[in-house]
Each structure stands twice: as C-alpha cells, then as structure tokens.
C-alpha cells in the first residue's frame, strides 16, 4: 500500500463517520474519493465506508485517462476498471460503480451519500420547489433521475455547464441521493453537515412493533425479525405504509430488497405471503410489510438488505401525506436488476462475501 498523505487519512476518516451513520450512508452505499497527483481515490465497489479504517477499501484509478474515455463515451469509462493502476491494488478491488460521477466533478475531494433527508425530498414531485427555498444558501444542482454510473455522470456533467457560475459544490440526484465536493475534507465535511442540517424534515413517529407479536408471525416459517427495530416503523405509519407500497423510492433499495414492497394481506402467514409471490411469477420476498405489525425479512437476507429495510422507514417518514411522489418507472427498476455491476456489488454484500470480504481485507 502506498504512503497515504494526511488529507487522504483525513478522507478515510470522515468516511468511516458517515459510513456508520444510517441517516447517510446505508450497507455498501455511498462513496468517497480525493484526487491526489493525476491519480483518483475512490471507494471499491462492495466495500462498506465504515470498514474504512480497518480494511482498504480504496482503488487508484487514472484520472486523465477516464476522463478522456467518458468524453469520448467509450463505454470502457462505465465500468472504470480498464483505468484502476493495478501495481498500488494488491486486493484487486473494482473501483465503484458510481466512479465517474467523482471523476466528472472538478473538486479534490467528493463524498456522495444516500442521505435519507436528502432521498425523502428528491423522490418528490415538488422537489425543486422544496431544494430552491431549502437551499438557498447553497450554490446547488438537481439532476432528475437517471440510473448510477455513466448515465448520471454525464446528467451531472451536463448540469454543470449549463451555466457560467463556479461549479456547483451540492448536487441533489432525484430519487437518489447528495453529492457534495469541495478543495480539503474539512471544507467537505462541513457542507455535508449544513446540506443535511438545511434538508431535515419532519420524521412521523409510530407507537413500536409488538415484539411478541413478531416473533408468533415468524415461527416455523422461512423469515426473521430484522436487526434494527427502526425497520418496523413503514408497517405501522399509514402515510408511510402507502408512500412505500406504490413503488421503488431508490436504486439501492431495488438491489437490496426488490422492485417496490410487498404487503401482507390480513392473516396471510409469510409463506402464503410468499407463495402468493411465487405464483404471479415474482421472487420470494425479502422483505415483507405486515400491515400495523411489523415487518419481516426471509432467513439468510444480506447485510445489505437489512440495512435498506431500516433505509425505508426513515425514508418514508420524512414524505408527508399531501406530497405526490416519483417512483422508478418499471423500465429502471428492470434495468437495475439486469445490470451486470450491480450484480457484482450485491454478490459482495451476500453473508458469506462478506465475511470474505472482511477477511481479504482486515
Ligand atoms: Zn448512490
């Protein structure tokens, strides 16, 4: 491994803070990066930025190079790993799907969050509205939603030019998530601090799961309580429960829990739930909201899953009740379970990669 200087220490830092916060980052979500000498820094794909410390979870990729390709769309640029100096990545980690997205921002150091503020406002119609009299301080884009990786760079690359000003330091990807760059970390942590200061909403409170009652649901079946109690709260908020059972929020939770949610239907068992799934020609799901219950997740469910499962909640009890709200349209939900990166990323975070991964890594 190379000598890392004090700033990319300094990056490695904060990226450990925002990884393990699930407000920010959820799972192996969320990446960082600093351009250092020609040379761009960025987050492995898989890797989770909490482990940022304790694992390498950074990849040299050649700046130039990249760039050059994702000017020319040579579509080498989407998966970026032509470009990874493969001499300072030992672990031969693949650079993050959302590479390019680092690398079209002109900033040394960019930090890119799935902010559950910042989701619960982008997945609205009225987003824009909300973001110009939220972010009035801030020198902001919005790009509407367009799937991670090359198609949202060039969004991003897009919505910088379109004007002469400085470059935008915020970026609001809809339906997605917060891009936020600056020159040092300092200056980058601070933004990100104000940015999700100035997007808080208000959060809906539901009275808590009946424990009991879960683990009666649960018995003898293929599913299990999930790890975080806060993951209950879309099952018993009305609004919450409606917003979240009419479609796909955001990329991450259609890899890690599948297209939209699934509801139980009154006295369905999780296997009839299940079943009835298997019948329409749908996979089991991962995931299942017990109306004014709780909600439970199949056996075995990665890491992943689980951290999406909680994601929801927060999500959905940020999005009020008057609020009309942008789901993924069945044309991205597909192209995101039949992309070939993603796939990669979510074999990563299945229980045994990653204990692999860990152990690669540690
Ligand atoms: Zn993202």
């Given amino acids: 491994m190379s000598t890392r200087t004090a700033e990319f220490q300094h990056l490695l830092e904060l990226s450990a803070l925002v990884g393990a916060d699930p407000a920010l980052v959820q799972a192996a979500g969320g990446n960082t990066s600093i351009k250092e000498k020609g040379t761009l820094w960025i987050k492995a794909s898989g890797t989770w930025l909490m482990n940022a410390l304790t694992a390498e979870i950074m990849v040299p990729v050649a700046l130039s190079p990249l760039l050059q390709a994702m000017d020319e769309n040579n579509p080498l640029a989407e998966r970026s790993e032509s470009f990874v100096l493969k001499d300072q990545n030992p672990g031969g980690l693949r650079p993050s799907i959302e590479t390019t997205v680092h690398a079209a921002l002109p900033q040394k150091i960019v930090v890119h969050v799935h902010c559950v503020e910042t989701i619960a406002i982008a997945a609205r119609h009225d987003a824009v509205t909300v973001l110009a009299t939220l972010l009035d301080d801030f020198n902001w884009r919005y790009v ?104 796909s929020l955001y990329p991450d939770h259609v890899i890690f829990l599948g297209e939209g949610s699934v509801l139980a239907l009154k006295n369905e068992t999780p296997a009839q739930v299940a079943q009835r799934c298997v019948k329409a020609d749908q996979a089991e799901p991962v995931s299942i909201l017990f109306p004014g219950i709780g909600v439970v997740m199949k056996n075995g469910c990665s890491s992943g899953a689980q951290a999406l499962a909680r994601c929801l909640s927060d999500v959905c009890a940020r999005i009020p009740s008057t609020t009309a709200v942008n789901y993924l349209t069945a044309a991205q939900n597909y192209e995101l379970l039949h992309w070939d990166a993603e796939q990669y990323r979510q074999t990563l975070n299945t229980p045994d990669h990653t204990k692999e991964n860990n152990h690669l890594n540690g």
Avoid: M, W
């Fill in 144 to 247: 509407p939603y367009v799937r991670p990786g090359l198609p949202l760079s060039r969004s991003i690359v897009k919505s910088l030019h379109d004007d002469h000003n400085t470059p935008a330091d915020v970026i609001i990807l809809g339906n997605h998530g917060l891009v936020v760059a600056a020159e040092s970390v300092t200056d980058v942590q601070r933004l990100l601090s104000r940015v999700c200061s100035a997007l808080k909403q208000p959060v809906r409170q539901a009275l808590p799961a009946d424990q009991n009652k879960l683990e009666r649901l649960v018995a003898g079946y293929d599913y299990q309580l999930p790890v975080d109690a806060e993951a209950h709260h879309v099952a018993l908020d009305d609004i919450s429960l409606q917003v979240a059972s009419a479609g």
